[in-house]
């Protein structure tokens, strides 16, 4: 019992057949296939404009070559830093400098300490442990002078004291003479 389609019919599911092939050809096949070079097509495109924006000539970079040497040279020369090839040197320049400007100003350095030197990231910190016997206005000029001028130093721990009791210095002059206490310290370069 075979039963027989008319001829509308037949011609209908063989185009209702033919679309389902080419629907599973498209998107098996064909669509993939697209997608794929869409993508490969906007990657090339981003590509290009990363070359065309961050492209560089080896002439560029021979010129950025030769402005990280002028910054590594300009790096060695900038002031602030004391100089020295090793740490006692560092340290008697140290020294030097604070007896001339206390002297200088007219007070007395007491005593000095050399402390241990530290290595904070690619500097050393020297510190220097001092007392001095000085005028207030001495004391000031000292510390300003120490403070404002190169290499940089710092002052910290500063402990003041005067010699004089509490009525001997209500009858003292203006300018009593002081008893200091301080660490002194600057900064070194540390050679790679």
């Given at each position: 019992?075979?039963m ?55 002439q ?29 040197i ?103």
């Amino acid at each position: 019992m075979t039963m027989s389609l008319s001829l509308p019919v037949r011609r209908l599911l063989a185009v209702a057949l033919l679309l389902a092939l080419l629907s599973f050809v498209w998107s098996a096949m064909i669509e993939p296939v697209i997608g794929y070079m869409v993508a490969k097509q906007a990657e090339i495109r981003r590509l290009e404009t990363v070359l065309t924006h961050g492209g560089f000539s080896e002439q560029d970079a021979d010129a950025l070559q030769a402005q990280v040497a002028a910054m590594k040279q300009r790096h060695d020369t900038v002031g602030g830093f004391i100089q020295g090839n090793n740490i006692p040197i560092a340290m008697a320049q140290l020294q030097d400098r604070l007896g001339k400007t206390v002297a200088t100003a007219g007070g007395e350095v007491r005593s000095t300490q050399v402390l241990p030197a530290r290595d904070e990231g690619d500097y050393r910190r020297i510190t220097l442990r001092g007392q001095i016997m000085a005028p207030l206005a001495a004391v000031q000029g000292t510390i300003y002078a120490l403070e404002s001028s190169s290499p940089y130093l710092f002052f910290d721990r500063v402990e003041i004291n005067s010699r004089l009791s509490t009525l001997e210095a209500a009858n003292a002059d203006a300018n009593p003479v002081l008893d200091v206490h301080f660490d002194l310290s600057g900064f070194m370069r540390i050679k790679p």
